[in-house]
């Protein structure tokens, strides 16, 4: 495996130097695992470093961190850290080799000090469940018990033993996304297990927090529709909601949304990073009434943000279009229209709706609307004799608006405006 890490790049390489050095300081050893160990073989570039500890874990991470200047956040209840260096935007979780035990299916694994062949047998397939050593004596050696190396080469998603799927249901999500980013198919054996915890119901008895953070990273992949409409044929969506379905017509809309966003981002058109996985979401719970998706955004438990966003444009969107459609409006409005809407929703709007003026409208407030402004400020405002007070926004808001309609255009027009408006004596 020497060839491998030697591709690496220089940053990556001087890490794994590092770890190496200060787990032969302590008498440890360390080992590459994980998901970067199975990209690494696939040529696929992955950033997240994973490193397990035959020793103490925790104090190797507080050593590791320090000699970064990175930040640490410890789970001591797991024996793991998460090292953050924030130069690089490069994240190493580090854990201490353990077994797991589940003392009942779908809850969350008792840990105790295990060898490295535990660490790995409780992973959720073969093809994670592969450590490179960077020891001294040993280093680049693969660790392979579980023939993982050999279902990569067969492109085949296999667990590790027949209760996988019982004792964590997430594995299920997580199986269709691994078959599908890499298009892989789930070992024959391994999908008759899938299917038989999903006749069992076993995603209904997981923490819905704990399914949120398995479908928001199948909702984040490059074009997720192939994920969800194998999700809905291996899994169904009841597990979101039990009035949720991803029907032709969903298909469709999903196909309309990942279009726009390719559009919106080829445009360069956001003032911020989008958060284009909930516009997938929009997309999916879109048959549903907003009393249903209420309850999911509470059942998984999504930030507040996001939160707000599903909820706005479930209430808000039929409105705006129902306005855009009184016949030829002025730029202004327009402008008002979108302007308090996050581009989630705009977007969203212009996957939905595929009418000429309203497609028009759209690219219009983003290609020029949203990046017009008044030359004016407060302080000429002050110049002109205006106290300041709540009047300010709303005369600004005014030149603002003809600006948009055409009727001025330099700053000496937005002067004789308000002149000409009567707020200055």
Same mark, same amino acid.
């Given at each position: 495996?020497?060839?491998y ?12 130097? $590092? ?11 360390a080992?590459? @695992?994980?998901?970067? =160990? ?5 040529? @696929? ?12 874990? =925790?104090?190797?991470a507080?050593e ?16 793991? %850290? ?9 994240k190493?979780?580090?854990?201490? =080799? ?9 809850h969350?694994?008792? =840990? ?29 050696? !693969? ?9 990569l ?17 997430t ?17 024959s ?16 008895? @997981? ?7 398995e ?34 017509? +969903?298909?469709? !809309? !999903?196909?309309?949304?990942?279009? *726009? ?16 996985? #909930?516009?997938? #979401?929009?997309? #999916? !719970? ?24 599903l #909820? ?11 306005? $855009? ?7 202004? +409005?327009?402008?008002?229209l ?17 009418k ?18 008044? *030359? ?14 709540p009047?300010? *926004? ?7 608006? %003809?600006? $948009? ?21």
């Amino acid at each position: 495996m020497k060839k491998y890490l030697n591709r690496l790049e220089k940053e990556l390489k001087g890490l794994i130097h $590092l770890a190496a050095d200060i787990a032969s300081k302590n008498n440890m050893r360390a080992y590459l @695992v994980g998901g970067f =160990v199975r990209d690494l073989i696939l040529g @696929v570039k992955n950033l997240d470093l994973d490193i397990v500890i035959d020793g103490d874990g =925790v104090k190797f991470a507080e050593e590791f961190a320090k000699a970064l200047k990175a930040r640490l956040i410890c789970h001591r209840r797991f024996r793991t %850290a998460t090292c953050i260096i924030f130069e690089s935007n490069l994240k190493v979780d580090i854990a201490t =080799v353990r077994k797991e035990f589940y003392p009942h299916p779908a809850h969350l694994p008792i =840990v105790s000090s295990g060898t490295l062949k535990d660490d790995l047998g409780r992973r959720d397939f073969t093809i994670n469940a592969m450590a490179i050593s960077i020891n001294k004596g040993d280093f680049g050696r !693969l660790i392979d018990f579980y023939n993982g190396k050999s279902d990569l080469g067969h492109k085949g998603v296999r667990i590790l033993h027949d209760l996988s799927f019982i004792d964590d249901p997430t594995r299920i999500l997580r199986a269709i996304r691994f078959e599908k980013r890499y298009n892989f198919r789930i070992e024959s054996r391994t999908l008759e297990c899938l299917k038989k915890a999903v006749k069992l119901k076993m995603l209904d008895k @997981v923490q819905p927090q704990r399914l949120r953070d398995e479908l928001i990273p199948i909702l984040k992949e490059g074009y997720p529709l192939k994920y969800l409409r194998r999700m809905q044929e291996l899994a169904g969506c009841s597990f979101i909601n039990w009035n949720l379905f991803v029907s032709s017509q +969903t298909h469709r !809309l !999903l196909r309309s949304i990942e279009k *726009q966003i390719i559009w919106f981002k080829e445009g360069c058109l956001a003032e911020r990073q989008s958060d284009y996985w #909930l516009i997938y #979401l929009m997309g #999916l !719970l879109y048959s549903l009434d907003l009393k249903d998706v209420k309850l999911i955004c509470r059942k998984f438990v999504f930030r507040k943000q996001e939160e707000k966003i599903l #909820l706005t444009y479930k209430r808000n969107s039929s409105k705006v279009v129902g306005k $855009l459609n009184q016949g030829k409006i002025k730029p202004s +409005t327009v402008f008002c229209l979108f302007k308090p809407l996050s581009y989630e929703e705009i977007i969203f709007i212009k996957a939905s709706y595929n009418k000429r003026n309203i497609q028009k409208y759209i690219e219009d407030f983003l290609k020029i609307y949203n990046g017009i402004r008044i *030359q004016i400020c407060g302080e000429d405002l002050k110049k002109l004799g205006l106290a300041p007070g709540p009047s300010y *926004q709303k005369i600004l808001s005014r030149v603002l608006n %003809a600006k $948009l309609n055409g009727a001025v255009k330099t700053k000496g027009d937005e002067l004789a405006l308000i002149k000409k408006l009567g707020v200055v004596k």
